[in-house]
């Protein structure tokens, strides 16, 4: 398996004046003295996770594919996102079987209703995940699908909900424990955004029928290869520390590009991983993501020609796992004739070399992340790859990587709006500002 950066843009090619910044970031990541360093437990879960871990979440995860048309996920953020990102690259779009539908990181009422409509006549299986076991979106979605069990399978219901979170504390994990469901645990060291390689994103990879094994595999390699302190030894540390190097000059939004619509959730994955990650004391890069060639079409513009703030991160897969070739035609109305039997992934990464250049010479620096193939072993390390860079990045920054205190601003207000016990003086002030606002 292979995974390479190549720097695009000749004034950031030389990174090696980093080294002694990289060698302090490296250690405190590595000793975990890093701000946050005690959600460190992620850098060698993978190594720790033991054999009999792997055949519980295998068994449970057989069950539900031979007893359940439909698994329901209910969590968000961290939650949800990198099982969603995994499956999303790696299994087939359509008639997948059983069907997995995510709840629980939304409010909308007619998508909620929309779900549990579809699922009241299918044999379905409820998989609740949220570390804190506290989370507004994730919980009532779960009341919902709780209710819903209770009432088809009775008795039975209890057999047909899984819990993931917290080891020991948390609502979630009192409510399982009285109700005896089957849990598994998110490690208190590992934050939500960092724990796709513990059953929170291996349980649901597992019923989507992928091999969780070669995941982890390829979590290890990552581990082994992007824990060197050295840069040139290590891809990720120089990538952390070229992001670095482009948001002191200017460089204010990465925008993560792919040619494959299956990495779409990946990518909103990679936001989250960055976004929450840095975003925080009045820094951090902006992460966006374009999925082209369709974004061409829309955003590409702006890309080419519009403010000089962004650089790309594009991931360049280098073999399909499918592919199809140009066939022929007698008239060529199209004009297609001269792409005659070229497959289309060939096409494909011509636009992608085209894209680069264009963008580079418009002013946008290109940062290209070559992946050998789409599998379960490469986007383990992959993902891997972006969170020890995340990490490194943030601590190059200066913030703590590992927390979210940012989130707590509108979670506040909304709790105070939707009258919760023990914060009327809280309402009673924000509804006097929102009335403020909507007076003008
Ligand atoms: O990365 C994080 O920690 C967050 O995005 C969480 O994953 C998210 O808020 C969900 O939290 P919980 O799993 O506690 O419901």
Known sequence: MRIETRFCSPHIHKVEDGQELTSHVHRMIQEKTAPGGEFLGWLDYADKLSEKQICEIEEIADEIRQRADVLVISGIGGSYLGSKAVMEALCPTYGRKPEIIF?????SSEELVEVTDYICDKEFYVLVISKSGKTLEPAISFR???????????????????????????????????KNYRTFSIP??????????????????????????????????G?????????????????????????????????????????????????????ESEGKENKGIFPVAMINTTDLHSLGQYVQEGQRILFETVI?????????????????????????????????RRAMQATALAHMEGGVPNIIIEVDKLDERNLGKLMYFFMIACAASGLFLGVNPFNQPGVEAYKNNMFALLGKPGMEIETAEIEKKIHAIQEG
Do not use: C
């Open 103 to 107: 709840m629980g990181h939304h409010m």
């Open 223 to 275: 581990s082994r290869e992007y824990s060197r302190e050295f840069l040139e030894e290590n891809a990720a540390y120089r990538y952390a520390l070229m992001r670095s190097r482009l948001l002191e000059e200017g460089k204010h939004v990465e925008i993560l590009v792919n040619y494959h619509p299956k990495l779409m959730y990946f990518a909103e994955w990679f936001k989250q991983l960055f976004g």
């Open 188 to 221: 208190a060291d590992i934050g939500g955004r960092y724990s796709v390689h513990t059953p929170a994103g291996l349980l649901p990879m597992a019923v989507a029928g992928l091999d969780i094994r070669a995941f982890l595999e390829g979590m290890k390699e």
């Open 144 to 178: 919902l699908l709780r209710r819903m069990a209770e009432e088809r399978y009775g008795g039975d219901s209890s057999k047909r909900i899984i819990a993931i979170t917290d080891e020991h504390s948390g609502a979630l994990r009192t409510l399982a424990s009285q």
């Open 316 to 348: 360049d897969i280098l073999k399909p796992k499918a592919d199809i070739f140009i066939p022929g035609d007698e008239q060529d109305l199209d004009e297609l004739n001269y792409l005659y039997g070229r497959d289309l992934h060939f096409i494909n």
